[in-house]
């Protein structure tokens, strides 16, 4: 059966919508579910009766000026266990960053020299006879030390040793080992035979007995490995273990569950669909350069979201433009941080010297790369002016040398400072803009006026936006009234909203049902159509992970692909249907689904109550002939709404 639907399922997505002009407006139904498709993340129960109560018109301005929402009074609740999301990134990064390991006794042994520097190079390079002697002249413990620093083929030709030396490596290796299950222990480490077996097969009763018996320091430990269907009923004690292991990932983790719990529940969904937008537009990986920062991006990009874009996802692009380009998140992914004029420092590490302020050192305490290219390109490319917005190499070049010195004022506390020991100071032309020398920190701000004033970003910028939220190709005489919005407003954002949501194209059969969700956006709409109450958002981040959109971890500078057509593997609808089974049947952990609430309903009032409409003839067709011969129970016929097209699309 779930071979077919996938046959089925497929073909109707790789087929499309079947839509009309965007000429030809939709009914006022249509209108409705249109605009809790594309304005928040899916329709809850309920909600589309409120939108019909208040008017379309009335409800999209409420959205578009989120202040005047009240927000769910669950979502602080949800929110108010994730620390990081309200920290300032210093104490983050204080806070979150992972303590220096003792290094173990295998590794003293391995880095200390027991023996002054020419006596161990004889030992390694010597003679026979002089390393022979050596070794005899010391004490057992020094001896051994010495070991572990020599090739075991150094030491064929003293078998006498060899065999010690094979020895001392068989004991640092138990060492090590002994003292990593000390900071990361089993289950088995931690409870007796009966507490295990509780551990792994008790409900959640059980559980909180048992953790009851437990000394208080044992109880995150043994909160953070239990499988995440247990784990899900102790999502605070999970977290605290998981601290104790890897803060830097919780602080990681946070950012995600946060997305999630106001994905879900927040009253202010436009806010929360333009902050993914803007997030996924100036894109910040965390997992890249984890080894070359001094801070891993983990600990930054929930300061990015907070501090950078959820600010001005309504406001001037200019603002929301300084405001990324300023964080210590962008300035590290795209490497500005560490960008500098050339002929700024001499070749080899940045020498402490006049040109060299004290409190910048913590910053720079590696060598100089010279100019890097990577933000200059980025910002025109991607952030603005788009691929073909008429800027050139040289003008890549010229961006690159006006933000040198836009840099991160010190890993223990980073936050943005421009160095002006490290800036180009010449003469630059950008986009035929002459930059007069001697600028300083005004250059970068220059361009970033320059770019966001450009007749391309107010086109490129319009573009992205009606492909959002009307087509994956939205109509040209669209896109040019948005980008005439953008100049005359001096690119107000909500005003350019504003002409979109009230465009014809965005209430047409050519915009109707035009859009594929993303892993993210069906999960999140699955969960509020089924009236999913989430307690944990741990398994709802995996989930989408496993569908192919891990959060925040999209390694190219372009994010997410804003079209459906990345989205369409075999493997990835497979895992849509998969996932629709688990949340009708009540199977995901964290998430509870009301199972009174379809029941006693037939599958025609089923599917329109998830999807706010009624199914197209082809999956009406295909959910009766699933049905054939099986129980129609409400989650079977809830899967199969969930997992067809109708639903996929928005």
Avoid at 85 to 103: A, C, F, G, H
Avoid at 488 to 493: E, M, R, S, V
Wanted: charged share 25%; aromatic share 8%.
């Amino acid at each position: 059966m779930k071979r077919l639907l996938l046959t089925i399922f497929t073909a109707a997505l790789l087929a499309g919508n079947a839509s009309g002009p965007f000429d030809q407006r939709l009914t006022p139904d249509q209108q409705i579910t249109q605009a809790l498709n594309r304005l928040t993340f899916g329709a809850r129960p309920g909600d589309a009766e409120e939108v019909r109560r208040i008017g379309v018109t009335k409800w999209i301005d409420l959205q578009i000026h989120p202040d005047r929402i009240p927000e769910n009074p669950i979502l602080d609740e949800r929110l108010k266990p994730l620390e990081t999301l309200r920290l300032p990134l210093p104490e983050i990064v204080r806070k979150y960053t992972p303590k220096d390991d003792q290094p173990m006794m295998g590794m003293v042994m391995f880095q200390n020299n027991p023996i002054p520097q020419e006596k161990m190079q004889k030992v390694r390079t010597g003679t026979a006879e002089q390393r022979k002697a050596i070794l005899e002249s010391l004490d057992e413990k020094k001896r051994q030390q010495v070991l572990l620093q020599i090739p075991p083929q150094n030491l064929e030709d003293l078998p006498e040793y060899k065999k010690e030396a094979e020895d001392a490596r068989k004991a640092q290796q138990e060492e090590r080992q002994k003292e990593n299950r000390l900071r990361n222990p089993r289950l088995q480490d931690l409870l007796d035979s009966d507490q295990l077996a509780i551990a792994r097969t008790g409900d959640k009763d059980q559980l909180t007995a048992l953790f009851a018996t437990l000394d208080p320091d044992a109880r995150p430990k043994v909160a953070s490995l239990l499988s995440p269907q247990k784990a899900a009923a102790f999502p605070e004690l999970r977290r605290e273990g998981n601290f104790q292991k890897t803060p830097r990932l919780v602080a990681s983790e946070d950012l995600k569950q946060g997305k999630v719990f106001r994905a879900l529940y927040s009253n202010r969904q436009l806010e929360e669909v333009l902050v993914d937008f803007w997030y996924n537009h100036f894109n910040v990986d965390q997992a890249k350069n984890v080894d070359r920062t001094p801070n891993a991006l983990h600990l930054l990009i929930g300061s990015y979201e907070r501090d950078a874009i959820r600010p001005h996802v309504l406001g001037h692009f200019k603002d929301l433009l300084l405001a990324t380009a300023r964080h210590p998140a962008m300035l590290y992914y795209l490497d500005n941080w560490e960008s500098v004029a050339p002929g700024a420092f001499s070749i080899g590490p940045f020498a402490p010297d006049r040109r060299f302020p004290n409190q910048f050192r913590g910053a720079f305490g590696r060598e100089a790369h010279g100019l890097n290219e990577n933000y200059g390109r980025e910002v025109m490319e991607l952030h603005t002016l788009g691929v073909k917005g008429g800027y050139t190499q040289d003008d890549v070049i010229a961006v690159a040398r006006c933000f040198t010195g836009w840099t991160i004022r010190d890993p223990a506390d980073p936050e943005f400072v421009y160095a002006p020991f490290m800036h180009d100071f010449g003469e630059k032309t950008v986009l035929g803009h002459k930059i007069p020398a001697g600028g300083g920190e005004q250059d970068g701000l220059q361009v970033i006026d320059i770019l966001a004033h450009h007749p391309s970003t107010a086109r490129f910028i319009s573009r992205e936006l009606a492909q959002r939220f009307v087509a994956d190709d939205p109509p040209q005489a669209l896109v040019d009234r948005m980008a005439l919005t953008f100049t005359k407003t001096d690119g107000d954002l909500r005003a350019v909203l504003q002409t979109m949501f009230t465009s014809p194209e965005f209430f047409s059969e050519g915009a109707w049902q035009s859009k594929l969700k993303s892993p993210f956006e069906m999960v999140i709409s699955a969960v509020r159509a089924v009236g999913g109450d989430a307690t944990d958002a741990y398994t709802l981040v995996q989930k989408v992970a496993e569908l192919g959109q891990p959060l925040y971890n999209r390694l190219d500078p372009n994010g997410y692909p804003n079209t459906g057509d990345v989205w369409l593997s075999t493997i990835g609808l497979l895992g849509r249907i998969n996932f629709s089974t688990a949340i009708t049947s009540d199977q995901v952990p964290g998430v509870s689904v009301d199972p009174l609430r379809l029941s006693g309903k037939d599958a025609a009032t089923i599917a329109r109550d998830l999807l706010g409409r009624d199914p197209s003839p082809q999956i009406r067709a295909t959910i009766d002939k699933a049905l054939e011969g099986k129980t129609r129970t409400p989650p079977f016929i809830a899967s199969l709404v969930i997992g067809s097209p109708d639903f996929q699309r928005r």
